[in-house]
């Protein structure tokens, strides 16, 4: 789920105009929202979550955050006020630890324990500004400097105030205030002189110096190219450069090879692609890039890393080495003089070995770790990462497989275990998982030690102890406004003045106010009154200006408590001084937005009698059925959600027909009891798929004894009518229960309602409709925090149709839940998928006995 945040210069040096008579903060407002039209052509960008942070003083900098939604971000960008200093550099470090928020929490960082590239929150920095001179309270400043104190804790532990997966760009508008003749010049937009271009270069982005309005419209569809899911890494050449290639593809030992001079693809900063998984859309890997030092128990503290990892590159051609069921984790770099010199090299069957300084115990350039390759159609570039130090390893495994037959003897044991002597702490629980993929016997000990001393695995659980509430306190301060200062008060001691009420603008405003002359609108200034209507003046009607009880009228008593009693209690229905139409008069931008309007709503009570069936509105056709689930623009029949039947005028109203509606609603009761309790049918598709932590999911698993407790609460509810009594012949999930009841035996019409399916018969339409609302639900519920997962489940329990569309819908499930990183979720969901096949020939099987049965 890429992380899109904006940094806006808001500084007084923003008012600039442009030769078209806008402000440069209005291009920057603007240049926003284009950006977001254009990233939302990607399908991806339903989980993009977008911040907002200004130059402001932190923590009131911080507009919207981890917690707002989109439509407060367009609002704040929409409400953007130039005004102040040129504090780039403060900005900046707010922006990232805005970012860095809950790293530390989630432990994604992983310190001392490796890098994972595949523990990643994609962040793309976007910032706007003029590229004017840096001030500060303090002056001028040429360089620009980011504060080094950070209220952020662990904040020491990496030397960079920006992550591994987080990319500055800048878009420096220099466009002029007057416009110019000269012709356009085509082509790419270069980078801006200013002190923000080696910022951007340091993180693994660029800046843009932006002239015109067509440049910046190329800017920004470069920059919605940019939003990648993927790390930086520094890749350094360690070692002579290699033999030149001759002609015909063999290596060249008379050519010279210049190993001392220079080249640019001696050290890159660039990108490796991490690819989410094509089934669940989260990257999923094996093996970690190594930490460049070897953990001890004996440190004391862990030694800072830097945000991008060193890896150097030996240019002495390998065979790139690989066998069966060894997992390998495969990485795309960037295009780069890097990729570009292999490439035209045209070895795609040699690779180059990589290494991290430091990271080995015996050896200061450490073991190699995976090896760099072009692909065999020389298209790009791949970094494979294996088990640590893996021209010792394969080679064992390979003779445990092939030789040995998993049976190794005293030699090869002595062998791996010098190797696990080479091997850093951190890499023991990846190769123990790999080696149970293989099929390979237990060659680790089940005791593993993770390398770190007691004291620094108690510092970092402090840090995330310490982070959860500093997150806390700076989200809680998002939105809002900083402190207005108070100015000094100086008091006219000049007594030569004019009397106030011998002001003109005096007697005119006391006029008005009493209510002799009318108040002229177009003398008012809407724009200085953001967010207020002006109401219509009623001519009948004088504003009242009592300050004293005593100088109200006898006649206009009443009256007046009257209003006095309507301000006090709130009664009015609407504000004073605005009309009743101007209720309804809703902003073009906040049409259709239903959700907002139904939080305010109270929660409807219960029907007085549940048999009786619910009555639809009658707006347009009074004949109109509920299409359960579809999207409708009444937001009461939204609130009201799926309906009973209508009776139809001209249907008889007999005992038996209004039984029929009776049995059909204990039908739909009995089903959600069911379902609420965890008794899924055989015939649903999650019946023995779905575990049993599902049932009223909070994080901990349900004991027994709640849920006899969850049933004994059903079975109250009967006994005070909300739910019939049992014995009803009902239908569950489409299977028929023939337990009748005495009642019901003696009515021959309601015994037959069990070969009815459903009373309502259900149309493609309007299974169209369901399904497309419980796909909008299932959205919703993935949305939110925590793990009660019980509603999602009885979501893909009510979709219309056949297996194969529950199947769909299974598979968009967990691809959402893999949006929001709801791995426990994947997990359950998976658990279904693989499952969902057997069981539905074993409830097809259930569903015939149990129709032949009765």
Known sequence: MPILLFLIDTS????????LGTSYLDIAKGAVELFLKLRARDPASRGDRYMLVTYDEPPYCIKAGWKENHATFMSELKNLQASGLTTLGQALRSSFDLLNLNRLISGIDNYGQGRNPFFLEPSILITITDGNKLTSTAGVQEELHLPLNSPLPGSELTKEPFRWDQRLFALVLRLPGVASTEPEQLGSVPTDESAITQMCEVTGGRSYCVRTQRMLNQCLESLVQKVQSGVVINFEKTGPDPLPIGEDGLMDSSRPSNSFAAQPWHSCHKL????PNSKTGVPVGHWPIPESFWPDQNLPSLPPRTSHPVVRFSCIDCEPMVIDKLPFDKYELEPSPLTQYILERKSPHTCWQVFVTSSGK???????????????TLTCVNLFVMPYNYPVLLPLLDDLFKVHKLKPNLKWRQAFDSYLKTLPPYYLLPLKKALRMMGAPNLISDNLDCGLSYSVISYLKKLSQQTKLESERILASVGKKPPQEIGIRVKNHSGGGMS???NKNFRKLLKEITGETALRLTELNTKEFAGFQIGLLNKDLKPQTYRNAYDI??????DQLTRMRSNLLKTHKFIVGQD??????????????YQEYLKTLASPLREIDPDQPKRLHTFGNPFKQDKKGMMIDEADEFVAGPQNKVKRPGEPSSPMSSKRRRNATVIHDDHEEKMENGQITPDGFLSKSAPSELINMTGDLMPP??????SDDFTSLSRDGLIQKPGINTFVGGAKNCNLSVDDQKDPVASTLGTVPNTLQITPAMAQGINADIKHQLMKEVRKFGRKYERIFILLEEVQGPLEMKKQFVEFTIKEAARFKRRVLIQYLEKVLEKIDSHHLLSNINHINSRSSC
């Open 12 to 19: 007084a040096s923003m008012n600039q105009r442009t030769d």
């Open 580 to 593: 009743e139409d101007s209720l309804h008069s809703v902003p073009v931008a906040q049409m259709g937005n």
């Open 705 to 710: 004894n709640q849920l006899d407790s969850l």
């Open 553 to 558: 009228p006898r006649r206009g008593l009443l």
């Open 362 to 376: 015996y050896n200061e350039l450490g073991y190699p770790f995976g090896y760099l390759k072009a692909s065999t």
């Open 272 to 275: 490796i692609y991490v690819r």
């Open 500 to 502: 106030l009420t011998h």
